[in-house]
């Protein structure tokens, strides 16, 4: 009896073991972590799984959420799968990762060009405490997808892809809505182009961002500064160096591009290069920057052009002779004589009160102060400046000489105040890096150029019909943000140049060989400059705000248009001149007309 009760006994404690084991063979940390409060969630919405892209550009959308953790404090990872060894390569800054707070959830989107052929993605999210989740999916990119094929009315094949709609207001490229399916065209596949986002001059010992200085007709640059320029694109770039900086000593490169520096990505997922120059910049001297043309994307697109110039401070540290009256009474001798002056102010003195001689003995290269830029002694601006015009000098004209320099006017722009208003306003001179092609961009000139005192330029800028049939109301498609008239400075050069009117010789946004230069002929405006001139953009070639400018000599029928034909010599004004064939509103405001056709008799 006794070795039967022992018997149970020990079965029992043999079952309660293999219970109590049990519990810790079975235990799995993955269904704690996944289900504890308080650990990150982690969600994938599109694209599905197995999805077949005929873009190589893929996007990827979602949402996560931690409980115990703050959004921003989240840290989101995105990792490829080798096939050859199935080791996960991290990939986050190879593409564009952009995360909308949205209170504790948040959404995100992921964008990244991806080669033809499937691809093994993981997303994990990792909280504060080292927690994390993933999410998995395979793809398969191909420009042959035989799903939901069509032809359209010129028989070209096309396929339609359907995504669900991207989270609104992210800088992605194009949002895709199950409702509106876009055609993909499978023989050419179109791109988005890499453009400018922001161009700053980065000071020497400036750290903080709020300190970064405009770029576009910056004065007083210090010599030890660094240019920051920031590129848009979500797939990768074919490094060159970023920019191609000139003077009248020569070029120069950056200490990146000769080390071989990568650009890296922000957290927007834009590329910021930091340009620094690798000898001093010269005091005194204005510099040229251009965007290196020859910056491609994956798929060969160019990068949009973009130029502007700046000038640096000279080597006196003598301060800031205009505007510093305030504090040294003695700055103001400069300028004026007590005894000598030849003007009501006293202007004058040893040197005379002419523009040539009163503003040109300090600017002219040679005592600290820059020469102003493209400056033409035998073709500048105060020839237009009517005699009765307040200032007589032409500099003042446009400058105030007892301004302060800033930042924000570094060129010491006059104020005016408008009819009716309390308050004065500084006058704007916009440019293409800035320019919006509204009036309010240009008052600098408009202010003289109402047809009260020069020719009415400004009507080309607000009256509604001119603007309508204007060929020059342009919206970019660069991103520079220009929905209006042509800036001034597109065709013209502020302080003068060696074409009559002050035109420029290199016309767009790009270097220009000197055989392309615009010469003109002559000191009258007449149909050959006109016509020589209008041709050296509409050349089929130059490109202002992401779009080309067209010349035709035939229709798309192939037959030839009246005025378009190289042997002919009317100005482009007889077309588009208006109804007075003007020259100005030929300029300024080209009226878009159907174009008339030529008849060849055979």
Known sequence: MKRTNYRRRLFTYIVISCVFLSSFLFYSPADIVFSAQGDPYLELLTPSEATVSANTMVEFTGSMSDDSTPPEQLSLRVYEKVESSSELIEITSDGQLTVLFDGQKSKWIFSKRLDEGSHSLSFILMDAEGNSVEKAITIMVSKEVNEEQSTDEEGKKTVVEKQNPIVEGAPVNESISVESPIEIEVEKEVGPRPSIVDIKII?????????YLSAEDMTQVPLNSRIMVVIRETGNLTYTQPLLISSSKGEIKSKEDLEGTLPKRNKDGDYVVIFTPS????????????????????????????????????????GDIHGNYANNTNACAYCHSTHNGETPTLEGGEYGATEENFCMVCHDGTNGSPMPDKYNSANKHNQHVPADAKNSASCTSCHNPHASWTADNPARLQSIQPEG????????YKKAGSATGKEEDFTLCLNCHDGKKAANIKQYYEDGTLLAESGHNITSEDGSGLNGQLPCADCHETHGSNNIMQLRESIGNVKVEEADKFKSTGTAWNAV?????CLKCHNN??????????????????????????????????????????????????????????????
Request: with cysteine; net charge negative; glycine share 8%.
């Open 279 to 318: 000898v001093q910049l010269d005091p005194s001297t204005t510099y040229y920057v251009y965007v290196n043309p020859s910056i491609t994307n994956e798929l060969g697109n160019r990068i949009f052009p973009r130029f502007f110039k700046f000038t640096t401070t000279n080597i006196y540290h003598i």
């Open 541 to 602: 070639t130059i490109e202002l705000y992401g779009k080309t400018s067209i010349f035709k000599e035939k229709n798309d029928a192939g037959e030839s248009i009246l005025g378009h034909q190289p042997t002919e010599k009317d100005g482009c004004s007889t077309c588009h001149g208006g109804a007075e064939k003007s020259f100005i509103e030929a300029a300024h405001g080209p009226k878009i007309i159907e174009p008339v056709i030529k008849t060849v008799k055979e």
């Open 529 to 533: 400059n006109e016509r020589q001139f």
């Open 421 to 428: 208003a309390s308050h004065f306003q500084t006058l704007t």
């Open 203 to 211: 000071p020497d010992g400036v750290t903080d961002e709020n300190g």
